[in-house]
T-cell receptor
Framework: AQSVAQPEDQVNVAEGNPLTVKCTYSVSGNPYLFWYVQYPNRGLQFLLKYITGDNLVKGSYGFEAEFNKSQTSFHLKKPSALVSDSALYFCAVRRRDRGSTLGRLYFGRGTQLTVWP | ETGVTQSPTHLIKTRGQQVTLRCSSQSGHNTVSWYQQALGQGPQFIFQYYREEENGRGNFPPRFSGLQFPNYSSELNVNALELDDSALYLC??????????FGSGTRLTVV
């Protein structure tokens, strides 16, 4: 079963407008949720995580995400998009599998965000 | 800048060859995991090492193997390379529960 779904392959938004990148998850228990950003030919850069506590998580570069347990969602948001935000965004959930005492990350397929001037 | 360093950054190998990718993480990061990111896909978990022992493995064949050393460095070895092994290989280290720091990756091309 898919652990993380990013329903949009692409999101396009004008600079200065708010942006939302969607993520839903499927995992039992309390989820550990993450957002990463990837620029071309680069590794993954951490944006924010939800472990416990407030449902609204604030992260790097003005991004935030809202954990919604009833909708099993963890959408990434930013009030005012910048052209430099254009990149590939990955949602991930940490899940502990049988045979392992530690967890692993399950990633969505990624959403390409394009912010046009 | 990330505290995880991977080498080499790019690599071209021929089908059937063997390759070793390296990762160096920060002191105290006693867990390291490796991920494969094929073009247009999200990263897929290969395996994880904790205190130099494998602790969890994804759906990858045995020709993918790894090592973790006491100095917090790690290796990913792939034998009998196939064309489908062409991907970005990412190393991640974590010092505490819930934190993952990724390196910039090694781009492997198998021809």
């Amino acid at each position: 079963a898919q652990s993380v779904a990013q329903p949009e392959d692409q999101v396009n938004v004008a600079e200065g407008n708010p942006l939302t990148v969607k993520c839903t998850y499927s995992v039992s228990g309390n989820p550990y949720l993450f957002w990463y950003v990837q620029y071309p030919n680069r590794g993954l850069q951490f944006l924010l995580k939800y472990i416990t506590g407030d449902n609204l998580v604030k992260g790097s570069y003005g991004f935030e995400a809202e954990f919604n347990k009833s909708q099993t969602s963890f959408h990434l948001k930013k009030p005012s998009a910048l052209v430099s935000d254009s990149a590939l965004y990955f949602c991930a959930v940490r899940r502990r599998d049988r045979g392992s005492t530690l967890g692993r990350l399950y990633f969505g397929r990624g959403t390409q965000l394009t912010v046009w001037p | 800048e990330t505290g995880v360093t991977q080498s080499p950054t790019h690599l071209i190998k021929t089908r059937g060859q063997q390759v070793t990718l390296r990762c160096s993480s920060q002191s105290g990061h006693n867990t390291v995991s490796w991920y494969q990111q094929a073009l247009g896909q999200g990263p897929q978990f290969i395996f994880q090492y904790y205190r130099e022992e494998e602790n969890g493995r994804g759906n990858f064949p045995p020709r993918f193997s790894g090592l973790q050393f006491p100095n917090y460095s790690s290796e990913l070895n792939v034998n009998a390379l196939e064309l489908d092994d062409s991907a970005l290989y990412l190393c991640a280290s974590t010092p505490t529960l819930g934190g993952y720091t990724f390196g910039s990756g090694t781009r492997l091309t198998v021809v």
